[in-house]
């Protein structure tokens, strides 16, 4: 068993370096059509690496040939097939300006969208490539509206646009979470999660959206200075009727209505010092009035 096993592993091994002898004759050939027709061959097979350095070798030698286009074509698609996004994105592109009236422009201007799709980086790394991406491949439906591509390109938009919004939910947290009584904090939360039920307003995390940003407001009126506290507590109450409106049965409501009960009492308070001090002011100009009308 060991010995056919040393067989197969030497066969294979022979059959390897055969190939690769091959490819690298290739490679050497100072024959054109030679190493196109290789290309084109290894293409085929699926060997996508090979082929993609034998079409990197050609192309600058194929200019005003007529395998130009096709070589170009394949090219890109090497670049994609063996995970070079970026450079598949640029080779597609420059394809379809290039070749603007050929069969493949369309599938060129697709898959270069599609090549940044594939490029857009996880949720919590920075969003510039998946709004670029989304951004090709709407321009890409707008200019092709009957394309063969339409659902996909939609279903990609959906997925891309989730991960803006995981992006943006995870920053509206990390808002509250990092310094839940620091006021700079409290308020970017606020502003964060404003931000988010405007952009997002179908998303499924607007729930706890909804809570949070009554919990922020809560906190931030009650870290804040006494003059700032009444119209803070009062958009606190705001945020809490906006939740029960939009979520009556939510699992955050009594959790948000002791901190509406507390705000509403705050609000009341501060009212009632208000008034107590403009009573007292007044009486304060009343009795100065009276003290400067009295005969001497």
Do not use: W
Not at 56 to 84: H, R, V
Not at 119 to 128: A, E, G, H, I, V
Not at 133 to 160: G, H
């Amino acid at each position: 068993m060991k010995l056919k096993n040393l067989v197969l592993i030497l066969f294979v091994a022979v059959i390897g370096l055969s190939s690769c002898g091959k490819f690298e004759k290739f490679r050497k050939s100072a024959s054109v059509p030679l190493k196109y027709k290789a290309a084109v061959d290894y293409y085929k097979k699926k060997d996508f690496a090979k082929a993609g350095i034998l079409f990197d070798e050609i192309l600058p030698l194929l200019k005003g040939d007529s395998t130009q286009e096709l070589a170009t074509f394949y090219q890109a698609y090497c670049d994609f097939n063996t995970g070079n996004y970026t450079l598949a994105n640029s080779h597609f592109k420059k394809f379809a300006e290039v070749f603007s009236r050929s069969e493949y422009a369309e599938e060129a201007i697709y898959m270069s969208a599609f090549a940044l799709y594939k490029d857009s980086p996880n949720y919590n790394l920075d969003q510039t490539g998946t709004l670029s991406a989304i951004n090709e491949i709407q321009s890409y439906l707008n200019n092709y509206p009957d394309t063969k591509f339409k659902e996909e390109c939609s279903n990609i938009i959906r997925e891309l646009r989730k991960k803006l919004e995981r992006k943006a939910y995870e920053k509206a947290r990390l808002y509250y979470k990092t310094s839940p009584f620091n006021i700079a904090t409290l308020k970017s939360s606020v502003i964060e999660i404003a931000n988010f039920q405007r952009d997002f307003p179908d998303s499924d995390y607007n729930e706890e959206m909804a809570y949070l940003k009554v919990l922020s407001q809560f906190e931030l009126a009650n870290s804040t200075i006494e003059i700032k506290q009444k119209e803070r507590y009062t958009d606190a109450s705001k945020f809490y009727l906006e939740l029960v409106d939009k979520y009556p049965n939510s699992n955050y409501l009594k959790l948000a209505e002791k901190m509406y009960t507390k705000s509403v009492e705050e609000v009341a308070r501060i009212t009632r010092l208000e008034d107590e001090y403009k009573a007292a002011v007044e009486k304060e100009k009343a009795k100065t009035s009276k003290l400067a009308t009295s005969p001497q």
